[in-house]
């Protein structure tokens, strides 16, 4: 749905549990695939950031692809970012793109700081055993990242069911009844709003990307 902000049409975005959402997901058939070359897509990232009707928010969190691209250079040309979060799985293969975007992000053209690293499908724990632990997938490659780079950790979150029940019938893990990953997401989101808070009083903010090419 669209309406009109000063004479502009703005589209208006889903809103849930407090929380508004928009993603390209919602404009295309479930059905369809979103075949785009890069610069269709960095120009609906661009229309997703100024074309949105988003309010007053706390904060705007853009979820990107792996690794580095098109998308990833038009978010630090269209908007000043004020920080990265790096999102990784365990395994080695993971941690190579990590690395490529801890190191794009650190690039001087671009400078936007580094908030932490936090480590996806960190375990697995099945629910009739809350206490058990099972390194699927390694065992704490985000916290080797973190530590070889010097950047903060912000936590671990597991591979659990109702995670993925949650998601599919649209009902998030934190209003969930699953302690274990009740508790992961709000120890991860306490580390990523005290970081954001100190990166926002000890540095100046991120000016937007001039890339010549």
């Known amino acids: 749905m669209m309406h009109q902000v000063n004479d502009k049409p703005m589209i208006i975005p889903l809103e849930r549990f407090g929380i508004k ?22 120009s609906a990232i661009r229309q997703f950031v100024t074309d ?13 692809p ?11 040309q269209t908007v000043p970012v004020t920080g990265a979060v790096i999102v990784t799985t365990p395994q080695n293969v993971a941690l190579a793109d990590a690395k490529k975007a801890i190191a794009m992000f650190g690039q001087a053209q671009a400078n936007v700081p580094i ?7 960190a375990y697995f724990t099945p629910e009739e055993l809350p206490n058990s632990k099972y ?26 069911q109702s995670i993925q029940e949650g998601g599919d019938i ?8 699953n302690p274990t990953s009740i508790k992961a997401f709000e120890d991860f989101a306490g580390l990523a709003a005290r970081n954001i808070a100190m990166r926002n009083a000890n540095m100046p903010k991120t000016k937007i990307v001039e890339v010549v090419e």
């Open 170 to 177: 649209g009902v998030p893990a934190m209003v969930g009844d």
């Open 115 to 121: 908030i932490g690293i936090v480590e996806n499908m």
């Open 66 to 76: 792996p690794g580095t691209g098109d998308i990833h250079l038009t978010l630090i």
């Open 21 to 42: 959402l928009m993603s390209i997901g919602l404009l295309v058939d479930e059905k369809s695939a979103v075949v785009w070359r890069g610069p269709m897509a960095s």
């Open 135 to 160: 390194y699927i997938f390694g065992k704490e490659g985000g916290k080797r990242l973190a530590d070889e780079y010097e950047i903060p950790f912000l936590g671990q979150i597991p591979l659990v």
């Open 52 to 64: 949105v009707d988003w309010g007053e928010l706390d904060y705007l969190v853009i979820d990107m």
